[in-house]
């Protein structure tokens, strides 16, 4: 309870990429919860050169998801490694963020981040022992507030997120990791990376086409 005795939210930030598994997590959390939603998109900015498209789609499902489920709160920031060879692991950035979130969202509301979560599916799983590397990374920026929890709502195949979601959220997602930048209009799918193979597959067994919400 808050001092005005008004019930507090619980305050969930969900790290949102406009790929499949992470839209699902915040469409399920914003239809499923009454929870007070943070949505927050990084932009990647690396040679695979795709945060331009992901951050349009990324800004398109929030506006369309605000107009048709609820509203809740979205941010965006940049980790830019264009000029390193090695650009990093996406999912330590990732908690590297969400440390940042949280420790904003404590310093704006004086109290911290309830729970932080990611998209993951069943295909992809959750390598617990990887990750503690990203729940350290998020402690740091959280630093001397202890971080919020980290959950996962359980997974499940990318098949059935996509079916969970609105039609027209599905075809706003963007899931390829290196888009081929096109003469006239928006970058096409490679078609050949992990994902793209993953999402080729699902699609033949939904009798789909591919995503062509630009076109
Ligand atoms: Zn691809």
Redesign the pocket.
């Known amino acids: 309870m808050s001092e005005m005795g008004t019930p507090r939210r619980r305050a969930t930030l969900v790290m949102f990429s406009a790929g499949i598994d992470s839209t699902y997590t915040l469409v399920r959390l914003l239809q499923e919860t009454d929870d007070e939603i943070y949505a927050h998109h990084v932009h990647m900015v690396n040679v695979e050169n795709r945060h331009e498209v992901e951050a349009r789609r990324s800004r398109a499902i929030a506006e369309h998801c605000m107009k048709t489920i609820r509203k809740f709160h979205y941010s965006e920031t940049s980790i830019d490694h264009r000029n390193m060879r090695w650009f990093g692991y996406d999912i330590i950035s990732v908690g590297f963020e969400a440390g940042i979130v949280a420790h904003s969202f404590h310093m704006a509301r004086k109290r911290p981040m309830d729970r932080w979560t990611i998209g993951t599916c069943e295909e992809e799983g959750h390598d617990e022992e990887r990750f503690a590397h990203v729940l350290a990374a998020c402690a740091a920026n959280c630093y001397p507030t202890p971080p919020p929890a980290f959950f996962l709502l359980p997974l499940i195949p990318k098949a059935e997120e996509i079916a969970y979601l609105p039609r027209p959220v599905v075809e706003l997602c963007w899931t390829?990791?290196?888009p081929v930048a096109q003469a006239d209009g928006p970058p096409a799918?490679?078609?050949?990376?992990k994902?793209?193979k993953l999402m080729l597959k699902i699609r033949a067994e939904r009798g789909t086409s591919t995503a062509d919400a630009e076109k």
């Open positions: 390829c990791r290196r799918e490679c078609g050949t990376c994902t793209c």
